[in-house]
């Protein structure tokens, strides 16, 4: 069993940045792949960022390439977010899993987070 915590999410104005953080706790919390996946109202969860359990390799959304980084200091893993747009807007969810961008991949996710950003 793993259990997930996020934290940071919040509202920002367009342009600015946040950290969103993801604390991982259990047995195999080391072992698993981190990722990032968000949904905003009225839409279906999509992939943001991904990250190994090494933290060696990561994997970024299209949408997100050069403004979020994904990094990871063995269980707690953080999502910087810069240069953020109003379709950035979204409850931010972190899963621990296989090493993936899709979230049928991955078996255990947290409560988590509304991140708003304003224009």
């Known amino acids: 069993q793993v259990q997930l915590v996020e934290s940071g999410g919040g509202l920002v104005q367009a342009g600015g940045s946040l950290r969103l953080s993801c604390t991982a706790s259990?047995?195999?919390?080391?072992?698993?792949?981190i990722g990032w996946f968000r949904q905003a109202p009225g839409k279906e969860r999509e992939f943001a960022a991904t990250?190994?359990?090494?933290?060696?390799s990561t994997t970024y959304a299209d949408s997100v390439k050069g403004r979020f980084t994904i990094s990871r200091d063995k269980n707690l893993v953080y999502l910087q977010m810069n240069k953020l747009k109003p379709e950035d807007t979204a409850v931010y969810y972190c899963?621990?899993?296989?090493?993936?961008?899709?979230?049928?991949?991955?078996?255990?996710w947290g409560q988590g987070t509304q991140v708003t950003v304003s224009s």
């Open positions: 259990g047995r195999t919390a080391s072992n698993a792949a």
């Open positions: 990250i190994t359990w090494s933290g060696s």
């Open positions: 899963a621990a899993g296989q090493y993936s961008v899709f979230y049928s991949h991955y078996n255990y």
